[in-house]
């Protein structure tokens, strides 16, 4: 019952980032970061919301690695989600910055 409780408490998150990767990935527009914020105008569409794609998808990644290593570890996987909060939402802005500029169109 643990196990399911553990399971259940912790993969809505990395399931919803990776839904968030694959709404990037098939999006017809530019995919925006920020609430209420639309996407730049880009000169590659296509690849924009892909590298979109790339960065949730692996935003995703420790949070399904914190999950199958609490079944067995609790302790590891609180630090594995505190590491991937901490260091991950840095990480996912600056590579948005860089995606927005090899992407966005020069005017």
Partial sequence: MDTFIWLAVTLPLPLILLGIALFAW?????????????????SDLRGFNRANAVIWACFSL??????????????????IILAGC??????????????????????
Wanted: proline letters at 9%.
């Fill in 26 to 42: 098939f999006r017809k527009t530019p995919m925006w970061f920020f609430a209420g914020i639309p996407g730049p105008e880009v």
């Fill in 62 to 79: 420790p949070f399904f690695a914190a999950a199958g290593v609490g079944i067995v570890y609790r302790l590891a996987a609180a630090a």
């Fill in 86 to 107: 901490l260091v991950g939402i840095p990480l996912i802005v600056f590579a948005y910055h860089k995606v927005c500029k090899k992407y966005t169109k020069a005017e």
